[in-house]
DNA sequence: CGCCGAGTTGAACTGAATCAAGAAACGTGG
DNA sequence: CCACGTTTCTTGATTCAGTTCAACTCGGCG
């Protein structure tokens, strides 16, 4: 089985024995994606929990007809609907990849096998959503209290190369500004 | 036992059995704050989950020495420095009572407890984080989405009376604006 | 009584939105 | 491989929401 980097991430995370991670590692599954295509819509359900192996996605909701970028996922990262994911509803995110991207996944009946077969499930399951609202707060006091540029300036910060592959535009969503405003600030740096 | 606003707001969320509702109350404790007092404070580690019963709360954070107001727990509300209460580490963020406060309040251990004696703990546990993770969530999509005036807006629809005793400057810090601009705003209301 | 924190109001300034137009990069079909 | 249209990025001019600095009012409290 391939996904040592994954297994990595979890041992990090939630100190997984050996065992644990047969149990878990016999239910993923590889997904590929090309360029653009969604790997979640918005109103679907949301079936798997997945970690990028390659690639980048995006996750953003819809309001007022305005996309808004929520957050990046790079190679290691986890990308999910997850509220949908736990309650079997409609997901009001939506994932796409933005370049040609694969993943590893574990589909919603699988996790469910995890969560009976060993004790790792529960554990992981809260770890994520516990990792949803830290980044999300962290996100949100951003917003509260830093310029753009320096928003801007921390992204580059935590992905100097990753983030060059990603189209200005969404950059900007994900910074809360227009892309033009973007434009400027870039200009202004170098 | 006296917190029944307390069962039913369980109840709403975890479908909580009688019998697990005998055991999470009786560990239940009475906590009663003057108005300004401090319920957590920033670096020390948080030892309970409470639930206000009455007044009103502001949780809030520090950067670069300015205070971020991140959200008001009113009655049947929970007020929690939750990641610190975890992880049993020092939180970064603090809890203070605006008003005269009664909260509901569990302990660390008598919550460790809880988990032995009854299926209920790990419910609940998993239920405050995604609740955490979602209001963080719509908060972080209005501040990308919307205008300040429609923040303010949206505050005041969903508690059109309490938010009368709360200082200006408080409401201003929630909705991520100055005193100043809040003080306009209001005039161009009413 | 005088002080102090909270709120209001004014004026100048600034970061970012908007509207608009042009340049560069990209993908597709001929 | 070039020509084409489309999307992406840049740049300029104008407008707007909110900041900052400053002065003044009001109510409570020692």
Redesign the pocket.
Known sequence: MAAEFLKNYYQKIAKISDRDWDVLSSHLIVREFS?NEKILEIGKTENYISFVQEGVCRTFCKKDSEEHTLSFSFPGDFACGYLSFLKRSPSFLSIQALTPTIVWSISYEDMACVYQESGVGNYIGRNIAEGLYIRSTERLISFMAD???KRYAELLNGNPILIQNI????I?SYI????????????AIF
């Open positions: 360029r310029s753009a540029e189209p200005l535009k969404y900007a809360g500004i227009t892309p033009q405003a973007l434009s400027r600030i870039r200009r």
